[in-house]
């Protein structure tokens, strides 16, 4: 049973779902700039 299964029987609605999308690719690009600044201010 897969992630998206599991919600659906939780009877997500498609917006939850979107917003949890959107938070896990906005958390990932948060990380991803923090981290290319990280390794500016090393250099």
Do not use: C, P, Q, W
Request: charged share 25%.
């Amino acid at each position: 049973m897969g992630m998206i299964e599991f919600l659906m029987s939780k009877n997500v609605t498609y917006l939850e779902l979107f917003y949890i999308f959107l938070g896990v690719v906005l958390s990932k690009v948060y990380l991803a700039l923090r981290g290319r600044k990280h390794d500016k201010l090393d250099v």
